[in-house]
């Protein structure tokens, strides 16, 4: 079946730090990942669409300059939080596009704690 | 703007009851609903989909059923078990294709 893997699952910052966050499609290829955000006891949020080669599609809300996605290959979509505050922990999933039928994917999540 | 919802937060079954799920969608244009079951921690898994052209889908031990007039979908889960235990949401298309918009979720609590 379809895999999806983030790296790290877990991970814990100070304020002001970079964490980079990996999500790749294990057997197949996706020209387009996806990012959503999720706060406890609340639903997914779309944050960006990755797409393979060119710039991601921001959500409206979403700072782009805060949130660097780069989907630089087929199997894989990074997301760097930079300047990291408390108010930017949370759980993030992505989500891998498998065509043609347009399937979506969803990776384990990754949890970031802000200290 | 449009949005998919969920009516009960929070669902409490006895093992081996049936559960039913319930969300309403507000876009009368959407043809397509899917249903994803989440474990605490995890990400989200896909459970069943259904089409427009269909009244009901079911799969093992589920079953969904989607009145479109008014515009409502039901996942129901058969002799509920321990492991059926996590939040469900229901979610659509965002613009007749992907990515995914999500309703609020409703955790389903498995009494043993």
């Known amino acids: 079946g379809a895999v999806v893997s983030q790296h790290p699952s877990r991970v814990i910052c100070k304020s002001g730090t970079s964490v980079k966050i990996e999500c790749r499609s294990l057997d197949f290829q996706a020209t387009t990942m996806f990012w959503y955000r999720q706060f406890p006891k609340q639903s997914l949020m779309l944050m960006a669409t990755s797409n393979e080669g060119s710039k991601a599609t921001y959500e409206q809300g979403v700072e782009k300059d805060k949130f660097l996605i780069n989907h630089a290959s087929l199997t894989l979509s990074t997301l760097t939080v930079t300047s990291a505050h408390p108010e930017d922990s949370s759980f993030y999933i992505c989500s891998a596009n498998r065509e043609p039928y347009n399937e979506q994917f969803f990776g384990p999540g990754t949890r970031l704690t802000v200290l | 703007g449009e949005s998919v919802g969920l009516h009960l937060p929070t669902l409490s079954v006895q093992e081996g009851d049936n559960s039913i799920i319930n969300c309403a969608y507000s876009n009368s244009a959407s043809d397509y609903f899917i249903w994803y079951k989440q474990e605490s921690g995890k990400g989200p898994q896909f459970i069943i989909d259904?089409?427009?052209?269909?009244d009901k889908r079911q799969g093992q031990r589920v079953t969904v059923l989607l009145n479109k007039t008014v515009k409502h979908l039901s996942l129901q889960i058969a002799a509920t078990q321990p492991g059926d235990s996590a939040v469900y949401f229901c979610?659509?298309?965002?613009?007749?294709?992907?990515?995914?918009?999500f309703g609020k979720g409703t955790r389903l609590s498995v009494i043993a």
């Open positions: 979610a659509e298309p965002y613009s007749g294709n992907t990515p995914l918009v």
């Open positions: 259904i089409r427009s052209n269909m």
